[in-house]
């Protein structure tokens, strides 16, 4: 990724220079809103203006999705050849690599991720989503089974059609890659509808769909609110199935419109509050402190996945502790998100920032110690900083030891045995990751065997590539992102018995 500024004043020269096309992107088109509603795109670093960005109503959706059956029904996508596809979605890949500097502008100004994460962490990663899932194309194949001699069964895997996809806000782009892009692969036509916290670079992902060469209607987006246009895309009678990430609650709420409707398939990848496991043999305590720092940290600890609790055995608890408040600062402090060097910028906005602060008033009323943090950035009163924090003391009957915060807050717990590490870590409604650090081979296995959590890592944290399923347990969900796992979940199987007589 070249062309990129390498400081504060060239990024900040580069935002006031960019400019945003943000209406609905329908057939190929950018377009208002049918009532020219609008929704305010805002900085949380700053509380500044970026753009105003069409909001879309359940008559937007319609259009949509009647765009999408369209491209469906003709088979303009689906019935391409999966050599002409592949070749689409490789331009598609390069045209995203060439605007790279832009789309990561995008990520920071919308959401506050640091501008060096999201060029060296989400716009990589969105790439090779892309990239992956345009390789498997022509990879997908059927069986032919052993069947009597008078007949011939075959199994093929056929696209489900019309596929509405509601993606996050906490990785905008990289998110909404991980449904489309399967999704597309697969040969199905898409309705996106992105969070309307962070929907630039979802906007701009759509229109250079269509750049490289992909049939206008196949892939169409809808900026709106859950409520109303999210909600629409989820009651619609021609989609297919809803692939979600978000919220516990909202994942069922959309469940109970795929019964009311046409019983679309749902795939869901919703809440989190992930344990990290330290064992008093793990080899290196720096190194575990350095990544349950970056587990709970990164983002601004706006991710899923996010290792919130700290299950720290009593052997290594203090030592553990101390390293943890002296590193922490050092490795994440607030900073302007458009500053290379920024490694913690805002949460999302400032109605999340007290959503964040709340939580922490509860755990000092609920008795938790507060280590580290605690507070709003004093130094930055416009943004929507939060320090980073710990809590130490934490029982699972707390509100910091059982929710999903979703933002930089730490809950760490004190435990004697491997067996009492195991009931804390699956005390908890969730069950999307888990990790364990021990020197002990034996004791990995059982801990590995014995989470109930959809990805678990050992003597690491948020390791992986594409080939790594992705999804959890419990309440964190029903599905799996990222693997050709994932490519199957847009796919369904059609049996076809062939007589011979």
Not at 390 to 403: H, N, P, Q, Y
Request: proline share 5%; with cysteine.
């Amino acid at each position: 990724m070249t062309n990129t500024p390498q400081d504060l004043a060239g990024w900040q020269a580069r935002a006031a220079a960019l400019r945003v096309d943000a209406g609905l992107f329908i057939d190929g088109q950018s377009v208002a809103a049918l009532d020219g509603a609008k929704i305010e795109a805002i900085n949380p670093a700053n509380g500044q203006l970026i753009t105003d960005m069409a909001c879309g109503s359940a008559a937007d959706i319609d259009r949509a999705v009647a765009s999408a059956k369209a491209a469906w029904d003709d088979g303009r996508w689906r019935f391409l050849t999966p050599r002409t596809r592949m070749d689409i979605f490789r331009r598609w890949a390069d045209l995203l690599e060439a605007n790279a500097a832009d789309l990561a502008l995008m990520e920071t100004l919308s959401m506050g991720k640091p501008i060096t994460d999201a060029l060296t962490i989400d716009l990589p990663e969105s790439l090779v989503t892309i990239r992956y899932f345009g390789e498997a194309i022509d990879k997908v194949a059927g069986t032919v089974t052993n069947s009597p001699h008078n007949a011939v069964h075959q199994v093929s895997r056929e696209p489900l059609g019309v596929v509405g996809a509601i993606s996050p806000w906490n990785y905008p782009l990289l998110m909404a890659a991980w449904k489309v892009a399967p999704a597309l692969a697969a040969g199905n036509c898409v309705v996106l509808k992105p969070s309307e916290k962070a929907a630039l670079s979802c906007i701009r992902l759509a229109q250079l769909f269509v750049e490289a060469g992909g049939p206008a209607g196949v892939f169409n987006l809808v900026t709106g609110y859950g409520q109303d246009a999210g909600k629409a895309l989820a009651l619609h009678p021609d989609v297919a199935k809803i692939s979600f990430t978000g919220s516990t609650g909202v994942g069922k709420q959309l469940m109970i419109y795929a019964g009311q409707s046409n019983l679309k398939r749902v795939s869901l990848e919703t809440g989190g509050k992930s344990p990290q496991i330290f064992m008093p043999d793990l080899e290196d305590l720096d190194t575990a402190v350095d990544r349950a720092i970056m587990g709970i940290f990164d983002n601004a600890g706006q991710v899923c996945n996010a290792g919130s609790r700290l299950l720290v055995h009593a052997d290594i608890h203090d030592a553990f502790v101390d390293r943890f408040v002296a590193r922490a600062g050092q490795l994440y402090s607030p900073g302007d998100p458009l500053d290379p060097s920024t490694s913690l910028g805002p949460v999302v906005s400032h109605g999340h920032q007290q959503t964040v602060m709340g939580f922490m008033d509860q755990g000092r009323a609920e008795g938790a110690t507060l280590a580290l943090g605690g507070a709003a950035d004093a130094a930055r009163p416009d943004g929507a900083y939060v320090q980073p924090t710990l809590f130490t003391g934490v029982t699972s009957d707390m509100a910091i030891g059982r929710e999903e915060i979703f933002g930089p807050v730490a809950a760490l717990f004190r435990f004697e045995t491997e067996a009492q590490a195991i009931a804390l870590a699956n005390d908890s409604i969730y069950g999307l990751a888990a990790s364990v650090w021990t020197s002990n081979v034996k004791c990995a296995h059982r801990m590995v065997k014995a989470l109930e959590a959809g990805v678990v890592w050992v003597n690491c944290f948020g390791d992986g590539d594409m080939t790594q399923p992705f999804g959890g347990y419990k309440q964190s969900g029903n599905t799996r992102d990222k693997s050709l796992e994932c490519l199957a979940g847009y796919m369904q199987s059609k049996s076809a018995w062939f007589s011979l007589d």
